[in-house]
């Protein structure tokens, strides 16, 4: 049975940075990403990488935030530095077996998520 904990959310202001963890159990599969859903929006992906360290980020957070992996661990991580008030949101972790190239932000491609993490950044 997979399971996705997320941990690490919490409140900064802007500018601040947090690390968000990603703890995977029953899982050694190909991909794992970062989603983020505000209020109204539609759930959005960030940041991904493969079990080779190939990463994706999505425009929005590229030269902010890193996304990386400890494989013994079976955890994967996302340093988010000189946030902003519109990177308020629910952060979840995404896993999926397949190699899912340009599909990585798709959030319908993913088989297994976890419940999600606050993040809320203020001026």
């Known amino acids: 049975q997979v399971q996705l904990v997320e941990s690490g959310g919490g409140s900064v202001q802007a500018g601040g940075s947090l690390r968000l963890s990603c703890k995977a159990s029953?899982?050694?599969?190909?991909?794992m990403t970062w989603f983020r859903q505000a209020p109204g929006q539609r759930r959005e992906g960030i940041a991904s990488?493969?079990?080779?360290?190939?990463?994706h980020y999505d425009d929005s957070v590229k030269g902010r935030f890193t996304i990386s992996r400890d494989k013994p661990k079976n955890t994967v991580y996302l340093q988010m530095n000189s946030l902003k008030p519109e990177d308020t949101a629910i952060y979840y972790c995404?896993?999926?077996?397949?190699?899912?190239?340009?599909?990585?932000?798709?959030?319908?491609?993913?088989?297994?998520w976890g419940q999600g993490t606050q993040v809320t950044v203020s001026s």
């Open positions: 995404a896993a999926d077996f397949r190699y899912l190239e340009a599909r990585w932000a798709d959030a319908n491609e993913y088989t297994y």
């Open positions: 029953g899982f050694n599969g190909y991909c």
């Open positions: 990488i493969d079990s080779d360290g190939a990463t």
